[in-house]
Structures are given as structure tokens and as C-alpha cells.
């Protein structure tokens, strides 16, 4: 398992998504999958850098990588707790302008991955996303 630890802050989700990428290469996992993880990672990241902490507070956040037949992507914080599978999923009929606000990162994040996990435990918010590697998508 690969791990980062980086401070929450938007500026650094390169720095994240760089890391991730690298552990998806390193391990061969297939080209066409990584994008939807990257997206996932990318959304997960700012959502956290943006809202986990105070204003003004700094945090962290840890980042395990597992790269399998099923990729494993966690992300720890120490911030306020927040579980985003309690957010309602948009009404994407609704026209644009019209919609509430909110929401549809997560809606992608859950679109994109084939499972989303949140637990808070032991004064931590954790986040698992993950997608699977089927026969169909190796590519010899």
C-alpha cells in the first residue's frame, strides 16, 4: 500500500493526483479505467481541502493507494465529520440554473466508482472509493 500524507489545500491536488497516477502505472492498471479514478480522486481531494477544516485552520489528509484486481483509493482527515453518501443525488432533469447547489461531485464520484464507502472513526472521516479490474479490461 502506498501512502501519502499532504496538507488539505486545493492547491496541492496535482500533487495528489500525480501520486495516484503514479501507483495506477506502476501497477499496469488499465489505461482506459484511469481517468474515471483520477476524476474521483480529483473531486474527493478538493471537496476535503475545501470544507473539512475551519477557515484558517490547516489539517492533512492521508492517502492510501492499493493496486489489485480492485483498485483501493482511502482518504483520511482529522476535519469536521461529513459524510457525503447523506447527500441527496441532483436531479439532473432539473435545468441547470434551477438546481440546488451541491452535490454533484459526489454524484460523479458515485457514478464513476463501482463502490463508495464513509465511516468516522476515531476523530477521523474516512473515505473509500474503489473500481475493479474485469477480464474485459485488460488489455494484452
Known amino acids: 500500500m502506498a501512502t501519502l500524507n499532504i496538507k488539505?489545500?486545493?492547491?496541492?491536488?496535482?500533487?495528489?493526483?500525480?501520486?495516484?497516477?503514479?501507483?495506477?502505472?506502476?501497477?499496469?492498471?488499465?489505461?482506459?479505467?484511469?481517468?474515471?479514478?483520477?476524476?474521483?480522486?480529483?473531486?474527493?481531494?478538493v471537496n476535503i481541502a475545501t470544507y473539512?477544516?475551519?477557515?484558517?485552520?490547516?489539517?492533512?489528509?492521508?492517502?492510501?493507494?492499493?493496486?489489485?484486481?480492485?483498485?483501493?483509493?482511502?482518504?483520511?482527515?482529522?476535519?469536521?465529520p461529513f459524510d457525503p453518501l447523506k447527500i441527496k443525488d441532483p436531479d439532473l432533469d432539473v435545468?441547470?440554473?434551477?438546481?440546488?447547489?451541491?452535490?454533484?461531485?459526489?454524484h460523479f464520484v458515485k457514478n464513476l466508482m463501482d463502490e463508495v464507502e464513509y465511516a468516522y472513526t476515531g476523530g477521523k472521516n474516512i473515505l473509500t472509493i474503489s473500481k475493479s479490474v474485469s477480464e474485459l479490461d485488460r488489455v494484452d
Request: charged share 30%; net charge negative.
Open 52 to 80: 473539512a477544516y475551519e477557515p484558517n485552520e490547516e489539517g492533512d489528509v492521508n492517502v492510501f493507494v492499493t493496486v489489485d484486481e480492485k483498485t483501493v483509493i482511502r482518504f483520511e482527515d482529522s476535519g469536521l
Open 95 to 106: 435545468p441547470i440554473m434551477e438546481r440546488e447547489i451541491g452535490g454533484l461531485g459526489i
Open 8 to 45: 488539505a489545500n486545493v492547491d496541492l491536488t496535482g500533487n495528489v493526483m500525480d501520486f495516484v497516477d503514479a501507483e495506477l502505472v506502476r501497477h499496469d492498471f488499465p489505461v482506459d479505467l484511469r481517468p474515471d479514478i483520477l476524476i474521483a480522486v480529483e473531486e474527493v481531494f
